[in-house]
Nanobody
């Protein structure tokens, strides 16, 4: 059973930065897309950013220009650099991996709180 383990969440002031990391507990073969989702209280889970095996990226409009997604294929890891954080970025952030056999893996989530 593959597990995705996230780290890097926490409490930060508005305008601050955080870097989220996600690593698989063992090798996932034929990874397609890796990404980050978030879910705020009372809201649906939404896509934040995704990156394909070829390096193409996709961002939610609300984070464009502030967040950067990257991946390390050799380490089966994906990262999310979050800058200029806003209170509305407060949510639980989930790592997501899809492979070419359409298997979907989720992390357990890491809390990001932006507050003064």
């Amino acid at each position: 059973q593959v597990q995705l383990v996230e780290s890097g969440g926490g409490l930060v002031q508005p305008g601050g930065s955080l870097r989220l990391s996600c690593a698989a507990s063992r090798i996932i073969y034929r990874i397609n897309t890796m990404g980050w989702y978030r879910q705020a209280p009372g809201k649906q889970r939404e896509l934040v950013a995704a990156i394909t095996s070829g390096g193409s990226t996709n961002y939610a409009d609300s984070v464009k220009g502030r967040f950067t997604i990257s991946r390390d294929n050799a380490k089966n890891s994906v990262y999310l650099q979050m800058n200029s954080l806003k209170p509305e970025d407060t949510a639980v952030y989930f790592c997501n991996v899809n492979d070419l056999s359409r298997r979907v893996y989720w992390g357990q989530g890491t809390q990001v709180t932006v507050s003064s």
